[in-house]
């Protein structure tokens, strides 16, 4: 009788071993950030799940600032934790993720012809050293938007050059006399977001960041300080208000919808948020156009956009492919694109009928995207960030500040970083 109980007793557990193993191999666990179309996502990872029966996809949701997202899957990279098997990727990342060994190469299931589905630019920042190591999910690029009524109120044509918008802000804002009203609404909190907001003053001002070629910083520059000038000068002094040094891409949408904000940076999503009258104020009353530039230069939306990697250390990554290959596919991307306004990265889909027909205007942004500038590529880009974003924060933040000196010390520890890559070839 007790041998008889202890057998039953052994086999039941052997039995739970066996489910909790069956259960633990068919997770597949995303690290991801909350899309603003939670049910498309749901519908989509469900149906993945409805086609690999047993397989259960656990998603981990991170901040939603690049760099905090940055932070949380790095940490559970450098941990090699194989308990995350696909994760978001900005697309300044996978040179560095590549470097470290942490992303998963993946020209053995992504091959060539199916990389030529997708947009050139963010196939590119995929690549390192002859690789492949993400595949792209959407891409971004920044867009100026502007409150139609107000302009045409003051009959207004849209601005430009960036004295423009702040000549037009400030006449706006002294006949409007509403306390409530700023001029300039974006992302100048201290993070990557900043970044991409002072590229592309410092690039529609003829001027770079870095050299990639000779691997210096060219901060330093006139042109560059220029820029940097103009947006503490102008932008956040005459036309924000202090509020705007603490946004991020949610803060600085939420005045823009709420009718705060005369002129907004933002990504491509921006639109179709500030149009819903769900979520808007000031739907119907939006204008979007390529950002301006300074005069004499050309307007630069910085390219930006996520992807799906694969972890290294991934126990399962035939299956993680077959998630990242659905999640990217095109029926996926299209239902992403219609329902958030986010630029797809598989290139057909800016031709495709039904996406047209819903977002007229992603003709047009087919070029915006080809024409957008890269950040530039390296494994050592958060390093690079980190100083820049140092200096850009207190360039701006801080009304009498030493531009000259700061940017000549931003110059000096970017360089340091940089000559890592000349003093060390294979990194
Ligand atoms: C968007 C872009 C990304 C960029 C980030 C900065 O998410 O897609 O590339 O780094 O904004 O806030």
Redesign the pocket.
């Known amino acids: 009788m007790r041998s008889f109980q202890v057998k039953t007793i052994l086999a039941i557990l052997s039995f739970c071993l066996i489910v909790s193993e069956a259960t633990a191999q068919s997770q597949l666990r995303f690290v991801t950030w909350r899309s603003e179309a939670a049910g498309v996502w749901d519908r989509i990872i469900a149906d993945f799940e409805t086609h690999h029966a047993g397989v259960e996809v656990v998603r981990e949701i991170g901040p ?4 905090e997202f940055h932070d949380l899957v790095t940490q559970k990279l450098r941990n090699r934790d194989p308990e995350m098997d696909v994760f978001f990727m ?3 990342w996978p040179g560095e993720f590549a470097a470290a060994g942490w992303a998963l190469p993946l020209d053995e299931f992504f091959s060539a012809a199916q990389q030529k589905e997708f947009l050139s630019a963010p196939i590119e920042a995929n690549r390192y050293r002859g690789r492949i190591y993400g595949v792209p999910l ?3 690029a920044g867009m100026l938007y502007f409150r139609k009524d107000l302009l045409a109120k003051y009959r207004l044509a849209p601005p430009r050059t960036w004295p423009e918008l702040v000549d037009q802000a400030k006449l706006i804002l002294a006949r409007e006399r509403d306390p409530y009203l700023t001029g300039y609404s974006a ?1 100048f909190k201290q ?6 907001n002072m590229m592309e003053f410092i690039m529609s001002n003829g001027a770079s960041l870095w050299d990639e070629q000779n691997l210096k910083s060219t901060l330093d520059g006139d042109q560059a300080k220029q820029a940097v000038r103009f947006v503490r000068d102008q932008i956040v002094r005459k036309i924000s208000h202090r509020g705007v040094l603490a946004y ?2 949610p803060e600085s949408l939420a005045l823009f919808t709420q009718g705060k904000a005369l002129f907004h940076r933002n ?1 491509p999503y921006a639109w179709e948020v500030a149009n819903d009258p769900k979520r808007s104020k000031i739907a119907g009353h939006v204008g979007m156009m390529p950002l301006p530039s300074f005069p004499g230069h050309k307007s630069v939306a ?5 992807q799906l990697g694969i972890s290294r250390f991934s126990r399962n990554p035939r299956l993680a492919w077959e998630f990242v290959q659905h999640m990217t596919s095109r029926e996926a991307q299209k239902q992403i694109a219609l329902a958030t306004g986010r630029g797809p990265a598989r290139a057909a889909l800016y031709h495709d009928p039904e996406v047209l027909a819903k977002h007229p205007h992603f003709s047009s942004r087919y070029e915006t995207f080809t024409l957008a500038a890269p ?1 530039p590529r390296t494994p050592v880009y958060l390093p690079l960030s980190n100083i820049m974003q140092r200096y850009f924060s207190s360039a701006i933040a801080i009304p009498d500040s030493d531009i000259d000196q700061l940017a000549r010390l931003a110059t000096r520890d970017m360089d340091r970083v940089l000559d890592l890559l000349r003093e060390r070839p294979s990194r």
């Not at 993070?191 to 991409?196: A, D, K, P, Q, S």
């Not at 910085?302 to 996520?306: A, E, F, S």
Request: hydrophobic letters at 35%; one cysteine or more.
């Open positions: 939603h600032s690049s760099t900005d697309v300044i959407f891409v971004d992302q993070y990557e977001g900043l970044i991409c991020q891409e990504w910085t390219l930006g956009g996520w950040r």
